[in-house]
């Protein structure tokens, strides 16, 4: 079984695109938490990236984000 999670996302949030509805599409994503600034440096990513020097820009490890 996998995880469900929901999340509203804002249509100005793709202002740079000419999306007017994501109603029934799947995309390609990664959700990241950068704490190389802090007392104890770390890194989450939603998907794994399994390689031996993460790299972020990385579309072959994305997760599919369906969107209702």
Avoid: M
């Avoid at 469900?4 to 799947?26: M, N």
């Avoid at 802090?38 to 993460?54: A, D, G, V």
């Amino acid at each position: 079984a996998s995880d469900v999670y929901k999340r509203q996302i804002p249509y100005k949030v793709f202002f740079k695109h000419q999306i007017e509805s994501l109603d029934g599409k799947e995309v390609k994503a990664n959700f990241y938490k950068c704490g190389d600034e802090l007392q104890t440096p770390h890194f989450l990513s939603w998907n794994p990236i399994e390689i031996e020097k993460p790299d972020f820009h990385r579309p072959d490890f994305f997760g599919s984000l369906e969107f209702e």
